[in-house]
């Protein structure tokens, strides 16, 4: 039975939980292996050890990390260089190599030339890093590389690596050759590269790889190069010699790659002979492991070496079921260890050197675990060690999983991962025919209309904050995924916007646990940030700032950007602000808010009109260093009102609080120029104010702040549209967290068209085939920033109410979504057709009341509010529905009414209210239409008042009514009418009323 009573909540949860179902799979698919780490491979993660996959059958690759793995210290110096500030670190590689074991790599004319450094052989060639070389003094003699495999293998292609320096040392002239008994060699390509060739020589970039097609191939056990010396320069180098599978022969039939984001698990699917095989992978936070399983339909078909190569020449050993190796970082004494567990069902595994081979096996469970002695505390001595061989919990994390089996691992991490994904839908559209993801962005690229993969990389979003932002270091300008040694920027954690921008998402986007990572290193490193900022403004200095990079250790590098503390501040009070937590507010929160107020106390200086500024402020990256940066104005604006709300939250320190309200009283705002922009600096500077510079710093103050708002502020509002726009999208603006910024802004100015347009921007200019984000190069800010420009698109609560669909673009005419946060702790699930919401409903974490602002394409007076069978009508107000909500009551909202029929006058057609079961007279929420239900029987029954005629009818399509009964009622009393036997499966019911006797 289907009773109108309960209609529009049925409607509602079933158009909301079946969008995920009707859109289409959340996957990034391939059907060729990666060759590219950055732009094709695959990244999997638990928060601290994560991998790439290049998802290759026959020759994986799977190039891993662990967030930990650093070099540098304290760095008191304040410089920013790989060696005293340190970098983020590659950890290294696992090979699985089906068939045959991999190559062996020699250096026959090795006699011929000056012996290479111990760090520079030519097994550097082939460790799978560009940070590495073979270099040495070719004495004017040629060059052979060779690589030997035990049975014959078809490459049609090739690939190398220029190193870090001196250009003219570039392989230059080359004959690529092919041999089977390593006597005889036929020659399968040559080169002779110049300026005026393609490529052209010396390679363009350092660290660059570039490919290159033999111009015949075939099948063969040795391959070579010989170079031809470069005379004018004494060495030779390369960084990395990379040969090319042919792909008829490499990459099996119906071959597909894909990471399900909704499961966090990727997958590589072939057919070789007749013979399915699976080999998935995933990390598993739990466990604190990666694990692979491979596997085949048939027994005894799956034949595997197993190489692991570390990223510091480390020694690799194997031994029994494993191959590992355990190091020391020579900058800074670094512990670490990994090890590879293999487990084999039927078949064999034996030692071969320092590499396993799994022969003729049924399945295999590969078992992986990194970890460093790295601790997230200052006070330890040596600071930030743990004082742990690493080696110990490697070995307890392989024994744990070990003991758990694969099945036992999956599922506690699916039950793990779906804990946190799950809390949030998106549904912009269904799927298209094409399912691989590079074919599907290249058609998006050329202006095509893919709504599904937009909502895919809102996903993939909250797939990598998931995945590399839980229990330790939190998310740096990479994420957890760094193939190099020298990375970009260190792959630091950039306070400008960077960092901050990887966690915009984290309450909106309902992963509040990832979070925390942050607060926790923030915490870690106060100690040498105050100190950092005493050596650098006065030992008297209160409070703390940063520099522009941080490292894990606390050392601070590059500029001092002053503001950055006070806008890392606003997270710990959005965390707040979305979760209601008062615990962490006055426990982690308020402490931190404080002493950076009382940095800026101190720091701040008050100009003859009396106007308080920031002295000695840069716009990050862009311009003058000077005094009344709007940048600076509009965070300690944000942070000294976010502390005041804090400080009243808590009911504590009226003195301070009454200091800082005097103290943002007296900021200079922002001015308005001469052509209605925002001013960025003090004064006007029209060239470089229209450069089309990548950051809008001095926009801070529409988002993420809120001082700009168009209630308060509206002529803020309208210079800030203008110097968005001035901004551009070209040049230097396309960059991959420009999109999402300037995305959320324009949701937040009221310009939901733009917004898009941003979104559009991102896939179309920033986003590479696998969907990581390049600025280039890749940084994953702009991934991990797109779903809270996305929600900020759909909910916005940051003017003390909570604003559903408040920038919906026209392109996304239908859709749907649940689970976006919002300040005040409320969760929100909302369906639209055509723009206009079809469904909509609100959680709220505690006893409030609710101000829930409906878009304007609703043009009724109000809405029924539902919880459970209590319901009320309640009359819109300035676009504006108020009502009391309880703590963890699950609100519906209805705005299907009209003001036809209106028997009490407030906007409510009589029929709807009693439709949604509100006596129009009376206003209350008591329960009206109810099932009752016996062994033998079904029944209805309604409550009555006295003085009111009462119509019970039946429909069998919501169109056509038929009066079952008519009842005067005399009494406040309950009243009830049997359904009779044989009755339709589907029937509604609805009660009618009429006020007073005809």
């Known amino acids: 039975m289907f009773l109108s009573a309960f209609l529009y909540r049925c409607l509602a949860a079933s158009l909301v939980a079946a969008a995920a179902a009707l859109a289409g799979p959340l996957e990034i698919r391939f059907a060729t292996p990666a060759t590219d780490w950055e732009s094709q491979a695959l990244p999997i993660g638990n928060g601290r050890v994560g991998a790439m996959i290049y998802g290759s059958p026959l020759a994986e690759r799977m190039q891993f990390n662990e967030i930990t793995l650093w070099t540098g210290g304290a760095n008191p110096s304040g410089g920013y260089d790989v060696n005293s500030f340190g970098a983020y670190q590659n950890f290294g590689d696992l090979y699985l190599e089906e068939g045959a074991a991999g190559p062996t790599v020699s250096w026959p004319t090795l006699a011929d030339h000056m012996a290479a450094s111990s760090t520079e052989t030519v097994a550097k060639s082939v460790d799978g890093s560009v940070d590495t070389k073979w270099c040495f003094e070719h004495l004017n003699k040629t060059v052979i590389w060779q690589a030997s495999y035990p049975a014959p293998v078809v490459f049609t292609g090739y690939s190398l690596a220029s190193a870090n320096d001196v250009a003219a040392r570039d392989p230059k002239t080359w004959t690529f050759e092919g041999s089977n008994d390593g006597s005889s060699w036929t020659q399968l390509d040559s080169r002779n590269l110049s300026a005026a060739t393609t490529p052209v020589w010396p390679f363009p970039n350092r660290k660059q790889t570039v490919n290159f097609t033999a111009a015949t191939s075939g099948a063969y056990t040795h391959y070579r190069f010989v170079f031809a010396p470069n005379t004018a320069v004494p060495h030779f180098q390369v960084a990395e010699i990379t040969l090319t599978p042919a792909l008829t022969t490499a990459v099996p039939a119906n071959l597909v790659r894909s990471l399900d984001v909704a499961d966090s698990i990727h997958r590589v699917t072939w057919i070789r002979n007749g013979v399915n095989f699976l080999r998935e992978s995933f990390a598993s936070h739990p466990h604190q492991i990666i694990a692979t399983r491979f596997s085949a339909d048939q027994a005894g078909k799956i034949s595997t070496s197993f190489r692991l190569v570390g990223a510091h020449a480390e020694t690799t050993v194997a031994a029994g079921s494993e191959i590992g190796f355990a190091a020391v970082l020579s900058n800074n004494g ?88 799950n809390r949030v839908t998106l549904d912009l559209g269904a799927a298209p025919a094409e399912t691989l993801t590079p074919a599907r962005l290249t058609a998006y690229k050329a202006g095509g209309t893919d709504r599904h993969l937009e909502s895919l990389l809102f996903q993939f979003g909250r797939y990598l904050l998931i995945s590399c932002s839980r229990d330790s270091l939190p998310a740096n300008l990479q994420g957890l995924w760094n193939n190099s040694n020298n990375p970009p920027w260190f792959s630091d954690y950039h306070v400008n916007i960077n960092l901050q921008m990887n966690y ?41 700032t940063m520099r522009t990079s941080v490292n894990p250790f606390g050392g601070h590098g590059w500029d001092w950007d002053t503001p950055s503390s006070a806008w890392l501040a606003r997270h710990y009070w959005e965390h707040y602000a979305h979760s209601g937590d008062t615990a962490f507010l006055q426990g982690t929160a308020w402490p931190v808010m404080k002493e950076i107020c009382e940095f800026w106390i101190a720091r701040l200086v008050t100009r003859p009109d009396g106007k308080l500024v920031g002295p000695n402020g840069w716009s990050p990256e862009h311009g003058p260093t000077e005094d009344g940066v709007s940048y600076v104005q509009e965070i300690v604006w944000d942070l000294f009102s976010n502390t005041i709300a804090a400080a009243d939250v808590l009911g504590i320190e009226p003195e301070f609080r009454a200091l800082l309200a005097d103290k943002r009283s007296r900021l200079l705002v922002p001015g308005i120029g001469s052509w209605g922009q925002v001013m960025e600096w003090t004064t006007e500077r029209p060239t470089i104010e229209h450069d089309g510079h990548r950051h809008t710093s001095h926009l801070y103050a529409a988002y993420p702040g809120s001082q700009f708002n168009p209630v308060e502020t509206p002529a803020y509002v309208a210079a800030a549209k203008i110097s968005l726009q001035d901004r551009g999208t070209t040049g230097d603006s396309r960059r991959s967290w420009t999109w999402p910024w300037r995305a959320a802004l324009w949701a937040r100015l009221g310009d939901p068209n733009k917004a898009y347009d941003m979104v559009r921007g991102l896939l179309t200019y920033n986003t590479m085939s696998n969907l990581y984000t390049t600025h280039t190069p890749f940084q994953i800010d702009g991934n991990l920033g797109f779903p809270a420009a996305v929600c900020e698109m759909l909910v916005q609560s940051h003017a003390g109410e909570v604003s559903v669909l408040p920038a919906l673009p026209s392109a996304w005419a239908s859709g749907s979504f649940t689970g976006i946060r919002a300040r005040g702790g409320y969760e929100v699930d909302a369906a639209w057709q055509g723009g206009i919401p079809t469904a909509l409903a609100v959680r709220s974490s505690r006893a409030q009341a609710i101000k829930l602002r409906l878009p304007a394409s609703i043009s009724s007076p109000g809405a029924f509010v539902r919880s459970g069978n209590s319901v009320r009508s309640v009359t819109r107000q300035n676009g504006v529905l108020d009502f009391p909500a309880e703590a963890g009551a699950s609100y519906q909202i209805d705005t299907r009414v009209n003001d036809t029929g209106d028997a009490d006058g407030d906007g409510f057609n009589t029929e709807a209210e009693w439709l949604a079961g509100t006596d129009p007279a009376r206003g209350d929420s008591l329960p009206r239409l109810r099932v009752t239900r016996t062994e033998q029987s079904l029944g209805l029954e309604w409550n009555e008042i006295p003085g009111r005629e009462y119509i019970l009818q039946s429909s069998a399509d919501l169109d056509e009514w038929t009066d079952l009964i008519t009842r005067q009622s005399t009494a406040e009393t309950t009243a009830s009418h049997p359904l009779p036997a044989g009755e339709p499966d589907h029937r509604f019911y609805r009660i009618s009323i009429r006020l007073g006797a005809p």
């Open 334 to 421: 670094l512990r670490y260890a990994t090890r590879v567990r293999v487990l084999h069902t039927g078949g064999s595994l034996t030692v071969s050197g320092n590499t396993l081979r799994a022969e003729n096996c049924d399945s295999l469970v590969i078992l992986h675990a990194a970890a460093t002695d790295y601790a997230l505390d200052a006070t330890t001595t040596p600071a930030f060690r743990n004082g742990i061989n690493p080696a110990v919990p490697v070995a307890a994390r392989l024994n744990a999983a070990q003991a758990l089996g694969y099945d036992g691992l999956k599922t506690a991490h699916l039950a793990d991962y779906h804990a946190l994904f």
């Open 504 to 544: 915009w998402m984290a309450e909106p986007a309902n992963l509040s646990e990832c979070h925390e990572p942050l607060f926790r290193y923030l915490g870690a490193i106060a100690p040498l940030s105050r100190t950092a900022t005493k050596a650098s403004f006065g030992a008297e200095t209160p409070g703390w």
